[in-house]
C-alpha cells in the first residue's frame, strides 16, 4: 500500500535553513502537501505541488519534488522559533480523496 | 479555500459515555472526512462523510463505534461512542471543497477519557 516516510526529528540552529526530507510509495501520487502542526493546534496548510512541477516558493518556503526518487523536500529560509511544529508531508492521487500522511518531522529551533 | 469549526474544542469524558463532536465548514464541500491523531501520533482517517448516505469507513473502523451524520454540503458530526481511555485522541475534521487540489483541517477537538 502507499506509504509516505519522514525522519521523526530535526534540529536547526535560529537563522539557518531548515530542510524537511520525506519520501512515498504511491508512483500516482498527484499532490504533495506540507502541512504544520503547532502545538495544541490543528494542521495548517502550508504549500501544496502538483505531481508535474519540480519546484514551488513561496516566500521563505521552497518545495523541491523529485518524482523519479518520490522524494519531496521542504526548505524553511532564515528559521525562526516561530517555525518550531511538527511538519507532516502527505500525498494523494487524484483518482482518491484520501491523503496519506507521513509520521511528521518535529522541527525545534536552538538560539 | 475552506475555513472549518470545531465543537467542542476540548472535552473530558467518563469511560463508558459518548460524545459527538460538531464540524460546520464556511463553505459547501465535496467530501468531508474525520481523522484521529493520538498522542505522539500522525492522523489516520476514520472515514469519509457522505452526504445524503452512510460514511465509508477505513480498515479498523465501524460504525457503530464511530456513527457520522453528514446531513448537507457544510455539516457533519462524529460521535464516539462507549469511550475508553484509548479513544483518547484529537479529533480532526477535514473537508475538500470542489476542485479538489487541497484539503483543509479543523483545529481538532481534544478528548481526554478517564
Known amino acids: 500500500g502507499e506509504d509516505v516516510e519522514q525522519s521523526l526529528f530535526l534540529s536547526v540552529r535560529e537563522g539557518d535553513s531548515s530542510v524537511i526530507n520525506c519520501t512515498y510509495t504511491d508512483s500516482s501520487s498527484t499532490y504533495l502537501y506540507w502541512y504544520k502542526q503547532e502545538p495544541g493546534a490543528g494542521l495548517q496548510l502550508l504549500t501544496y505541488i502538483f505531481s508535474n512541477m519540480d519546484m514551488k516558493q513561496d516566500q521563505r518556503l521552497t518545495v523541491l519534488l523529485n518524482k523519479k526518487d518520490k522524494h519531496l523536500s521542504l526548505r524553511i529560509a532564515d528559521t525562526q522559533t516561530g517555525d518550531s511544529a511538527i511538519y507532516f508531508c502527505a500525498e494523494r492521487s487524484s483518482s482518491a480523496s484520501k491523503i496519506i500522511f507521513g509520521s511528521g518531522t518535529r522541527l525545534s529551533i536552538r538560539p | 479555500s475552506a475555513v472549518i469549526s470545531q465543537k467542542p474544542s476540548r472535552d473530558i469524558c467518563q469511560r463508558g459515555t459518548s460524545l459527538t463532536i460538531q464540524c460546520q465548514v464556511d463553505?459547501?464541500?465535496?467530501?468531508m472526512f474525520w481523522y484521529r491523531q493520538q498522542p505522539g501520533q500522525s492522523l489516520t482517517l476514520i472515514a469519509t462523510?457522505?452526504?445524503?448516505?452512510?460514511?465509508?469507513?477505513e480498515s479498523g473502523f465501524v460504525i457503530d463505534k464511530f456513527p457520522i451524520s453528514r446531513p448537507n454540503l457544510t455539516f457533519s458530526t462524529l460521535t464516539v461512542s462507549n469511550m475508553s481511555p484509548e479513544d483518547s485522541s484529537i479529533y480532526l475534521c477535514?473537508?475538500?471543497?470542489?476542485?479538489?487540489?487541497?484539503?483543509?483541517f479543523g483545529p481538532g477537538t481534544r478528548l481526554l477519557v478517564l
Open positions: 462523510a457522505n452526504q445524503g448516505s452512510e460514511a465509508t469507513y
Open positions: 477535514s473537508a475538500l471543497p470542489g476542485g479538489g487540489e487541497t484539503q483543509y
Open positions: 463553505s459547501q464541500v465535496t467530501m
